[in-house]
């Protein structure tokens, strides 16, 4: 089944000023070093025209359901307003890009996209939706105007001081965040350009809001101005609410030589009723909220667009030999609260000590913190050092580190994690958001190469990975794991993923099931030959397999939870049917399917043999990964036909 593109379809943007009447300002902070009234009362149109076309369209993913981001690139319109007149002003003197170290906040880049008329304003109602290459974060290639990929959080200023070096003369400006300051990489950046003055200018938008609380409760101490002071580049704060302020600080920031930083203070999504100062503004602004306000405003039009977007809709409602949908992401902290929870509170802090970097709510670790915050450290976005920290306290024996994050930045911890296992460090990390279903803030945020965590030496420390495929199995794999020493990484999906049933429609990992570590496990058996699997994959290839046997193919199906080690049975049943297909949510050039094929011919075993796995860089959308990177079950389907032609 192909998947189609339902695009949102408006004749025009149904705020009638945007983007014809922004008004497009050319001024020159080298010789303005006050703003006019003209130009304040200019600029002021401008923040409040684009603020009013953000919360327009970017409620189009609430109400879609693909998500987002409004509150970050909200706040910062002042911002990007003020060097938008400076850019026009004087091209010569900058590099005329905004680039922004927050690619969640990719609406910016939409918005001035529509108003250079790179990108028709109507457009932008299909943010995040699959296929219309508006994804959650900029990528360099995929969308108009587009000028940059910002990768992940608090990536992109060391970058920017590489501009910085090859166009020497201009200044490049980089929007920050409190966020993104809390990445060790801003740290490094920070101090070469003091070293090498090279001219880079940081707008930090410090709203004291991340995902999972205010910085200032869970990281007391933490001072954006004093950081960067403390590198010795020039920071000041500045109330960016004070339209002449902010001009005045961004204004001497950018003519003075050299690296400097103007630290913007203000709530998260100021003057936003119900959401001002909330952690609700990180996310996408609710379709209801968006409606209130733009109907205060008179924009009728805009109230009705809301109401008009389509629903995201998977093609497939059902699969062959699966139940229930569940989240493994949240059974995994409902399992740790359980297991962890026959242990008395002396016994817990004495032994266990869970971390996380300022994603608890997603990866359902913030239950611990509500039943035992005595052993939970409620962290910022500093993975690195939140894992080292983990592997630091299970280093003692009797003692274990819970550490958890996205899949994706599982690719920032290479060398502490091999740290970590040199020092013999008792770990258990949950990486969720693994593979590519449902990230609608694609290529950056792919989980995709998740067997970089198992980068030690043959005869190195206990290193397994793990992948369940359901809610059953993570509960068992949890509570086999959990006591078992080593590092140890469980990967789960953003998605839900349903139940796994027996021929007889009872659930597989129900009832007696035990985990067994290294076992791999035969969902059915066939004489045509096999589908190895696991994750979210699993339940798409077991649809292919009961289709297939309904038209007289008889393909089996394994599920391989533990995915770095070789089980010798199930290699000695796979090496003798006549071919065997590997179909992964993980990179084809990293993941399982390149090595089962090499454990194969070690054994002199030579299956017809395929994998399918991710090849492509993402779309934008939610489900419709599967179908871009041909997982989804008619094209597993296809892929034996051919294999067996």
């Not at 090498?196 to 954006?224: A, E, M, Q, R």
């Not at 968006?290 to 629903?311: F, H, N, R, S, T």
């Not at 997603?362 to 915050?373: I, R, V």
């Not at 590519?436 to 995709?448: K, Q, R, Y």
């Amino acid at each position: 089944m192909t998947h189609q593109i339902k695009k949102m379809k408006l004749d025009e943007f149904p705020i009638a000023d945007f983007p014809g009447k922004y008004k497009k300002l050319s001024i020159d902070p080298w010789s303005t070093e006050k703003p006019t009234p003209e130009m304040l009362k200019d600029l002021q149109f401008n923040i409040n025209l684009c603020r009013d076309a953000l919360i327009a369209f970017s409620a189009s993913g609430s109400a879609s359901g693909y998500g987002g981001h409004t509150g970050g690139a909200f706040d910062t319109v002042p911002e990007v307003m003020i060097i938008d007149a400076f850019f026009r002003a004087c091209p010569d003197k900058f590099v005329p890009i905004f680039f922004d170290e927050a690619g969640h906040r990719v609406i910016t880049q939409y918005m001035m996209a529509a108003i250079r008329g790179d990108l028709p304003a109507t457009d932008l109602y299909n943010y995040r939706r699959g296929g219309c290459n508006l994804p959650g974060h900029p990528e360099l290639g995929l969308t108009p105007g587009i000028q940059f990929s910002s990768g992940r959080l608090g990536h992109m200023w060391p970058f920017v001081n590489g501009v910085a070096i090859a166009n020497p003369g201009k200044a490049v400006i980089c929007l920050g965040s409190d966020g993104s300051q809390q990445e060790g990489n801003d740290d490094e950046a920070a101090r070469l350009a003091v070293a090498k003055n090279l001219n880079v200018k940081l707008l930090i938008d410090d709203n004291d809001i991340t995902i999972t609380g205010h910085p200032s409760d869970y990281l007391p101490g933490f001072d954006c101005v004093k950081n960067i002071q403390g590198h010795g580049m020039e920071a000041n704060a500045v109330d960016a609410e004070d339209l002449g302020k902010l001009f005045v600080a961004i204004r001497n920031a950018v003519v003075k030589d050299g690296p400097s930083a103007v630290v913007s203070r203000r709530k998260m999504s100021p003057g936003i009723e119900g959401i001002e100062g909330t952690h609700v503004g990180h996310d996408v602004i609710p379709a209801a909220k968006a409606m209130e306000y733009l109907a205060k405003k008179g924009y009728d039009k805009a109230v009705d667009a809301i109401k008009q977007v389509p629903k995201a809709a998977c093609p497939v409602t059902s699969y062959l030999g699966s139940g229930d949908l569940g989240s493994m992401r949240s059974t995994v902290g409902a399992s740790l609260v359980e297991i962890i929870g026959k242990l008395s509170k002396e016994e817990r802090v004495k032994s266990v000590m869970a971390i996380d970097s300022d994603l608890g709510s997603s990866t359902s670790l913030n239950q611990l913190q509500k039943a035992f915050p005595e052993i939970y450290y409620h962290s910022g976005i500093m993975e690195r050092g939140n894992f080292s920290a983990a592997a630091g306290f299970g280093m003692t024996k009797g003692k274990q580190g819970i550490f958890s994050t996205f899949g994706a930045f599982l690719e920032m911890l290479i060398s502490e994690i091999t740290m970590a296992r040199l020092n013999f460090s008792n770990v258990l990390c949950h990486f969720s958001h693994c593979g590519v279903d449902d990230m609608a803030d694609n290529t950056c945020h792919f989980g995709i190469n998740q067997f970089y965590a198992d980068n030690g030496l043959s005869d190195g420390y206990e290193t397994k990975l793990y992948f369940p495929c359901d809610v059953n199995q993570v509960k068992a794999v949890l509570n086999t794991i959990y006591p078992m020493h080593g590092l140890r990484f469980l990967f789960t999906t953003r998605s839900k993923t349903p139940a796994i049933l027996k021929e007889n429609g009872e659930p597989y990992y129900g009832g007696d099931y035990k985990f067994v570590p290294g076992k791999d496990e035969v969902i059915r058996t066939g004489t045509k030959g096999y589908i190895v699997s696991f994750g979210d994959c699993l339940y798409r290839c077991l649809d292919a397999v009961e289709k297939l046997k309904k038209e007289g193919i008889d393909v089996g199906l394994v599920n391989k939870p533990t995915l770095n080690v070789m089980d010798e049975d199930s290699m000695k049943t796979l090496g003798k049917s006549p071919f065997v297909l590997v179909v992964e949510p993980f990179n084809t050039k990293t993941g399982l399917g390149i090595r089962l094929g090499t454990e194969f011919l070690l054994r002199g075993m030579t299956p017809k043999y395929r994998h399918i796995g991710v090849h492509r860089e993402g779309e934008g959308g939610l489900w419709e990964h599967a179908f871009t990177q041909k997982y989804d079950s008619d094209s597993v389907a296809s892929k034996v036909k051919e294999m067996l032609a």
